[in-house]
């Protein structure tokens, strides 16, 4: 199987974004990032009950859902940045922005299309109110 990342290590590129100053910085900010992702994870699936809520054709907009609008998503993206973060290489933290730029496409292109014509202007007022999937308070 074909591993580019092998290509990149033994040019040598990965050695240039090494962040030997600050690793141990990189390791602790990983270690919060998988555990804050873990968080929110169970805050949306078992405490929240997204599979019942979804089945039972209820939009979500309190709890986690009240901070971010997709918060599996949000657990993914943010244990990938902390394990790459154990990596201590400022060029794999490219990865998971160039991830969310696709999530969020194919979000709006699916996802977001489906819940806006199921519940027209109660979606819209709620991603108004809350970000697709970075955690962000101020913006209510």
């Known amino acids: ?55 039972a054709d209820i939009l979500i907009t309190d709890g986690v859902y009240g901070t971010v609008r997709n918060p599996v998503y949000t657990a993914f993206i943010f244990i990938f940045t902390g394990i790459l973060l154990f990596a201590k290489n400022y060029f794999l933290l490219t990865l998971p922005i160039i991830s969310w730029v696709f999530l969020t496409i194919l979000m709006k292109a699916s996802e977001e299309k489906y819940l806006k014509a199921k519940f027209g202007k109660e979606y819209d007022l709620y991603c108004r109110r809350v970000n697709r999937v970075i955690p962000w308070f101020l913006k209510k």
């Open 1 to 55: 199987m074909f591993d580019p990342s092998l290509i990149l290590d033994y040019e040598g590129f990965l050695e240039l974004g090494e962040a030997s100053q600050i690793s141990l910085l990189f390791v602790a900010l990983g270690i919060f990032m998988i555990f804050f992702s873990l968080y929110i994870w169970v805050r949306a699936v078992l405490i929240q009950k997204i599979h019942a809520n979804v089945k």
